[in-house]
């Protein structure tokens, strides 16, 4: 089959030139103050994307900078061991993206000099850089004219268009609409326009610098209903020795390596429900589609042959699931 070269029904040319314009124009005017807006450095563009991914962007700047500062070039990351890397990332999840990038850290310096391909199509052949980080790198780093195509610059593609649209029909119209003197600027005003006026829910049309030309000024209407958040309540340990919390150790356990899920990191001992008693505190945390109610409970015995007493200097040095760094932040031990 033929793929199609355009959505049916989509803008004129002449529409299509006055929409990058504004959008373009827009960005120059509103776009956010964020730290890696002040380098096109591919290390530092890559960086970001990277963190961005399945993340807001207030819990991105501070571990952005940190990052930067124990990593400052891809031939420090490149040479730093995984555990100092698991570290650094740690708060951020889905750690297999901070694995992936030591991985392509490696390939960088050692088969490529330490220089980043400055190709989107090039850029894919590095572990854990898939079609949109690619082109973000590309366009932002290296002007290469390709589109990018992330939630934001979805919602934004279907509410222009007033329809629906799926798979390479995304990618077909994201290149269409870009433009090619300003990609990077152009591929970046897209998801800003998607992340702080096309916003999902109550979209601001009376701001947007494209109103004038969107099929849709509002929500598209709902195709299917949203899967609903699953509640599980579970319970941990927080076994301190030595009382002062700046000398305290903490007794953690270290997932399998082979875990399927965050193998390597360090977290609190698992508990059996503790009907019947009262826990020192509870918390909430939330992963992808589930909802956790966290009960911690102080002094429960657990076996220590599989974990180890941690000094509380050396938390931050260490590769912590988000939800220990969470609740040792409760007791202020980090």
Not at 242 to 252: K, M, P, S, T, Y
Not at 324 to 333: D, F, G, N, S, T
């Amino acid at each position: 089959m033929k793929t199609p070269q355009s959505i049916p029904n989509s803008l004129s040319d002449r529409q299509q030139r006055c929409l990058r314009k504004n959008i373009l124009a827009w960005y120059d005017l509103h776009k956010r103050d964020l730290p890696w807006r002040t380098s096109s450095d591919p290390y530092r563009v890559w960086l970001s994307e990277i963190m961005l991914q399945q993340t807001r962007v207030a819990a991105v700047i501070d571990h952005y900078q940190e990052f930067l500062r124990r990593f400052p070039t891809v031939e420090k990351l490149a040479a730093a061991r995984e555990a100092s890397v698991l570290a650094a990332w740690s708060g951020l999840g889905y750690y297999r993206r901070a694995r992936m990038m030591h991985a392509a850290a490696k390939v960088i310096v050692r088969e490529l000099g330490g220089k980043f391909p400055a190709t989107e199509k090039a850029l894919r052949e590095l572990p854990g850089i898939g079609r949109y980080t690619a082109a973000a790198i590309a366009s932002i780093a290296f002007n290469e004219p390709v589109a990018v195509v992330d939630g934001n610059v979805e919602r934004v593609l279907q509410r222009v268009a007033g329809k629906r649209l799926a798979g390479e029909e995304l990618w077909i119209e994201a290149n269409r609409l870009l433009d090619a003197k300003r990609p990077g600027d152009f591929n970046q005003a897209m998801m800003e326009l998607g992340a702080t006026v096309c916003t999902p829910r109550a979209p601001a049309c009376l701001t947007c610098p494209v109103v004038g030309l969107c099929a849709t000024r509002g929500e598209l209407a709902k195709s299917e209903k949203a899967a609903r958040q699953k509640k599980r309540e579970i319970h941990y340990t927080l076994n301190c020795r030595n009382g002062d919390v700046r000398d305290a150790e903490v007794f953690l356990v270290q997932r399998a390596k082979d875990a399927s899920l965050m193998p390597g990191m360090w977290e609190l001992p698992e508990l059996a429900n503790m009907n019947g008693d009262v826990p020192a505190f509870t918390l909430r945390h939330s992963i992808t589609i589930t909802d956790y109610t966290v009960r911690v409970w102080r002094g429960v015995a657990t076996s220590t042959e599989f974990g180890k007493w941690i000094p509380a200097e050396r938390l931050k040095k260490i590769a912590l699931t988000g939800l220990a760094r969470k609740i040792l932040r409760k007791v202020e031990m980090l």
